[in-house]
């Protein structure tokens, strides 16, 4: 029934209802540098990663755990429940469109993380399992967004110790001269460490025409801690499916220390419309029942034009939508515009956009 006295180290979940520093998805500017030299300590690749190596450099992530007796029995759903999980899978099934592979995937992550740590009360072994990850697909498909949720989710099941996402491109890892890379890709890994790494087009990074191009050098320090501190930080490599395969071709280090690959799916025209009237009520807008009409239209020609970024493309548009909806109502200053006036965008808040102006690549080009 009740836990004996015995307690031991463990890696504790966070405490439920503990929210997760938020970030947003953009790569965080240099400006936040700390003048603390300890991101050398990634550079060597000595066995930090290992928990029980460094009890006290980690004790803020660990903390005493109850040992259940061997005759205890758990209930997953209470355990689910009280370190938050319900509520951000929900979250995420209710706050993104489609994706159904994703969310599943995301939800056996959860639950193998979430029995890991009852195992752990029960005294079983609970090694951690490798969750680098590869993301592919389209710009605009979700890859950030989904990343930022997996780290929260990797925070609360007590995998990660702060659930931060620091997003980054090769320019942030790699330096222009000899020397720089080093210090650069380190300075980047000290502000992951704790969250997940999200390496947005990782192909740059590898430049098969030069070998001795510096991306080498950053990516060769990121193996190292992938593989010694992956207890500590999750890396997310992004980009395009195709581009991605031929890089883990020509890294085949890099392609094996990756445990999950996600591939993010274009989103079909009724997804598109579903998102964009998600983000819509989320500001509290709506759309009139020919503003709908025009939207899908609207959506219809611009997947068929140049630099289509799915979901991206929506929010930009509905951001133009929303300009042009507060000049026609600003263009009658002296009309008495209701509130519903104020939430509703009409077709002709989006019949402005070049989009029906230019032609689609179907169309002659002229
Ligand atoms: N399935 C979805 N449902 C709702 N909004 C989405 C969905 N996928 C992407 N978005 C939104 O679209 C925008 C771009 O998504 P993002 O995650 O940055 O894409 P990527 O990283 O793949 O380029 C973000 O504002 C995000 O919130
Ligand atoms: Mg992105």
Sequence with gaps: MTAPPERRQGFGMAAPGRPAPQQDGRAEEAGGRSADPAGQRFAQGQGQGSRSAEPEQDSSAERQIDLLPEDATVNLAAERKAAGIDELLDALDRELVGLAPIKLRIQEIAALLLVDQVRERFGLAATRPSLHMCFTGAP???????AMRMAELLHRVGYLERGHLVAVTRDDLVGQYVGHTAPKTKEVLKRAMGGVLFIDEAYYLY??????????????????????????IVVVLAGYKDRMDEFFASNPG????????LDFPEYSLDELADIAQLMLSEVRYRLSEDAEATLREYLSRRMQQPRFANARSVRNALERARLRHANRLLSEPDRAWNRDDLMRLESADLLASRVFSEPTSESPAS
């Design 140 to 146: 605009g498909t979700g890859k950030t967004t989904v």
């Design 207 to 232: 430049r098969a025409d030069n070998e001795r191009d510096y991306g080498q050098e950053s990516i060769e320090i990121l193996l190292q801690v992938m593989e010694n501190q992956r207890d500590k």
């Design 254 to 261: 890099m392609s094996s220390r990756i445990a999950h690959h």
